[in-house]
């Protein structure tokens, strides 16, 4: 086996990397609890309980994804930009783990269910859309890919201006009341785009100078 | 026990609790069995009939009572918080007596009898509950409504401090909870007034001291901790049609054919549902009680009163 030298930035990234699998790992507990006894892990209806766990993650997931650029910028820590791949990765396995739940326990594999809520049901329209702006991404993101696209490549990630949004609209549509959480997520998504509106303002200074 | 006569579930699909027991105990041996053999519980499956009832703790720690929280857990975890003792109702509307009434004066001298109804959730999971009531029209006959009196209208508790969900900055709801079925529907044998739960007192967090249920609807239109009964002359605009009317009507009977903006009506996920199992099965027209109330919708078009 060949000795990799720890660069300064692996333990960071490990850290980051533990923190993202956590709600993971924490849902393979509950999983084994509920094989092992039904209703104990995911209560009486395990299948939405999947679904919504995996949901909810998905969404923090995408604005902690969204938020490594404006933390790096804030607090100065450039070698964060050497996560941010894997936190849009991270991201992307917890929509796509949600996706296939929905897919696989919510449907069951009916076409036809599917074909009715994709078309019929707004809140699922939008988190499919979002799905592919993300899938895109995610195919995207290594360095071939990165190499081949160029300049292009950049334009094509602005997608996840649209791809957060319309996970928000996919909960806010869902959502029946209580929007503590919602709210959080919505403040929070504000917050980052001031950040980037207000890096954007700045460079354009520089540049009138 | 008191059995009444009216659970018309057919007798055959129903288990009598002392054999659904016996299974209970009997699954309980096979899967200590298999927990021993080392092999994982499969063995469920053969023993379920069509229509088991939904073991108590999935009943009682299951809900939806937004007045606690939208959890599902919720209502558990906070209705213990809500006092029901003493408990005053106050009646009003097209009806000669009117007022305020202690609970139990209502239901003085009156007897619940154990109605075993399937439930039906409109975000598509089902139970089957024995619930113990009194009839509706018993209830409201007392109180002699008029000939004006076309709809009676239900409100539940406001107690905010008692009420997490009530006090919640957000929540967009406008308390309180506020229900209604045509008279018709009201005196239909299938409508009773809940006061127990599995042989036992209503726990809070299913509505004590008492409840509506309506089987042939969705369970939202079975209203929780009642306070106020008003006999009116006009549709009452009920909670979930006033938040979203385009998804949620006056009638709400459930249908199979009408789908919902957020869910397929066209199946169930009967509770408790395993993660490889989720229990589906079709739903019927009326919840399976198309016999004893289609006839209140004669002539009506159910896709447009949903």
Same mark, same amino acid.
């Given at each position: 086996?060949?000795?990799?030298?720890?660069?300064?930035?692996?333990?960071?990234? =490990?850290?980051?990397?533990? =923190?993202?699998?956590? +709600?993971?790992?924490?849902?393979?507990?509950?999983?084994?609890? &509920?094989?092992?006894? +039904? !209703?104990? @892990?995911? @209560? +009486?209806?395990?299948? &939405?309980?999947? *679904?919504?766990?995996?949901? &909810?993650?998905?969404?923090?997931? *995408?604005?902690?994804?969204?938020s490594v650029t404006p933390v790096r910028r804030i607090f100065k820590q450039p070698l964060l930009a050497r996560s941010r791949r894997m936190m849009g990765l991270f991201a992307f396995a917890y929509v796509f783990l949600h996706l296939l739940a929905y897919i696989v326990l919510y449907v069951e594999l009916s076409m036809q269910q599917l074909l009715e809520d994709f078309v019929e049901r707004t809140y699922i329209t939008a988190?499919?859309?979002? =799905? =592919?702006?993300?899938?895109?991404?995610?195919? !995207?993101? !290594?360095?071939?890919?990165?190499?081949?696209?160029?300049?292009?490549?950049l334009r094509l990630h602005k997608?996840?201006? *649209?791809?957060? +949004?319309?996970?928000?609209?996919?909960?806010?549509?869902?959502?029946?009341?209580?929007?503590a959480d919602i709210t959080l997520y919505i403040l929070w998504f504000v917050i980052l785009l001031g &950040?980037?509106?207000?890096?954007?303002?700045?460079?354009?200074q520089a540049a009138t100078v | 026990m008191l059995i009444g006569k009216s659970p018309k579930i057919p007798t055959s699909e129903i288990t009598s609790e002392t054999t659904y027991l016996n299974r209970r105990k009997f699954i309980g041996q096979s899967a200590a069995l298999i927990a021993g053999s080392g092999l994982l519980s499969s063995a469920q499956a053969g023993l379920q009939p069509d229509d088991e009832i939904t073991p108590e703790d999935i009943v009682t720690q299951f809900n939806n009572f937004y007045e606690f929280g939208t959890d599902k857990s919720d209502p558990f975890e906070n209705a213990h918080a809500m006092t029901t003792d003493p408990w005053t109702v106050n009646v009003s509307g097209e009806a000669k007596k009117t007022g305020d009434f202690a609970f139990e004066d209502i239901i003085k001298g009156m007897t619940a009898e154990e109605r075993i109804y399937r439930f039906r959730c409109v975000e598509a999971w089902s139970m089957v509950v024995p619930w113990m009531g009194i009839p509706l029209k018993k209830i409201l006959e007392q109180f002699e409504p008029t000939g004006n009196a076309k709809y009676v209208e239900f409100k539940t508790l406001v107690r905010p401090d008692e009420m997490p969900g009530q006090s919640s900055f957000?929540?967009?709801?406008?308390?309180?909870?506020?229900?209604?079925?045509? %008279?018709?529907?009201?005196?239909? $044998?299938?409508?009773? %007034?809940?006061?127990?739960?599995?042989?036992?007192?209503? $726990?809070?967090?299913?509505?004590?001291? #008492?409840?509506? %249920?309506?089987? #042939?609807?969705?369970?939202?239109?079975?209203?929780? /901790?009642?306070?106020?009964?008003?006999?009116?002359?006009?549709? $009452?605009?009920?909670?979930?049609?006033?938040?979203?009317?385009?998804?949620?009507?006056?009638?709400?009977?459930?249908? $199979?054919?009408? /789908?919902?903006?957020r869910w397929s009506q066209a199946s169930e996920r009967r509770l408790p549902s395993t993660l490889f199992n989720t229990n589906r099965r079709p739903t019927l027209p009326f919840n399976g009680y198309a016999e004893e109330v289609a006839h209140l919708y004669k002539g009506m078009d159910l896709k447009k009163f949903f």
């Amino acid at each position: 086996m060949v000795m990799v030298k720890r660069r300064p930035n692996s333990t960071l990234k =490990f850290t980051l990397a533990v =923190f993202a699998g956590a +709600p993971f790992a924490w849902l393979v507990y509950l999983i084994s609890l &509920e094989i092992a006894q +039904p !209703t104990s @892990g995911l @209560g +009486p209806d395990p299948a &939405e309980g999947l *679904l919504h766990y995996l949901g &909810e993650w998905s969404m923090i997931m *995408l604005l902690v994804a969204f938020s490594v650029t404006p933390v790096r910028r804030i607090f100065k820590q450039p070698l964060l930009a050497r996560s941010r791949r894997m936190m849009g990765l991270f991201a992307f396995a917890y929509v796509f783990l949600h996706l296939l739940a929905y897919i696989v326990l919510y449907v069951e594999l009916s076409m036809q269910q599917l074909l009715e809520d994709f078309v019929e049901r707004t809140y699922i329209t939008a988190g499919i859309a979002a =799905f =592919f702006g993300l899938l895109a991404m995610a195919i !995207t993101s !290594t360095k071939g890919w990165r190499r081949r696209l160029g300049q292009n490549w950049l334009r094509l990630h602005k997608v996840i201006y *649209l791809v957060v +949004p319309l996970a928000l609209l996919h909960l806010i549509w869902l959502r029946k009341d209580g929007f503590a959480d919602i709210t959080l997520y919505i403040l929070w998504f504000v917050i980052l785009l001031g &950040e980037r509106a207000y890096q954007v303002r700045k460079s354009r200074q520089a540049a009138t100078v | 026990m008191l059995i009444g006569k009216s659970p018309k579930i057919p007798t055959s699909e129903i288990t009598s609790e002392t054999t659904y027991l016996n299974r209970r105990k009997f699954i309980g041996q096979s899967a200590a069995l298999i927990a021993g053999s080392g092999l994982l519980s499969s063995a469920q499956a053969g023993l379920q009939p069509d229509d088991e009832i939904t073991p108590e703790d999935i009943v009682t720690q299951f809900n939806n009572f937004y007045e606690f929280g939208t959890d599902k857990s919720d209502p558990f975890e906070n209705a213990h918080a809500m006092t029901t003792d003493p408990w005053t109702v106050n009646v009003s509307g097209e009806a000669k007596k009117t007022g305020d009434f202690a609970f139990e004066d209502i239901i003085k001298g009156m007897t619940a009898e154990e109605r075993i109804y399937r439930f039906r959730c409109v975000e598509a999971w089902s139970m089957v509950v024995p619930w113990m009531g009194i009839p509706l029209k018993k209830i409201l006959e007392q109180f002699e409504p008029t000939g004006n009196a076309k709809y009676v209208e239900f409100k539940t508790l406001v107690r905010p401090d008692e009420m997490p969900g009530q006090s919640s900055f957000f929540s967009s709801i406008d308390w309180p909870y506020t229900e209604g079925l045509r %008279m018709d529907e009201a005196y239909n $044998p299938l409508s009773i %007034m809940v006061t127990g739960l599995f042989g036992k007192e209503l $726990p809070n967090q299913n509505g004590a001291p #008492w409840r509506l %249920m309506v089987p #042939w609807k969705y369970g939202f239109k079975s209203v929780k /901790s009642i306070v106020s009964i008003r006999f009116v002359e006009k549709e $009452p605009l009920n909670t979930w049609q006033q938040l979203q009317a385009s998804e949620y009507g006056f009638y709400a009977n459930v249908n $199979p054919a009408v /789908s919902h903006p957020r869910w397929s009506q066209a199946s169930e996920r009967r509770l408790p549902s395993t993660l490889f199992n989720t229990n589906r099965r079709p739903t019927l027209p009326f919840n399976g009680y198309a016999e004893e109330v289609a006839h209140l919708y004669k002539g009506m078009d159910l896709k447009k009163f949903f």
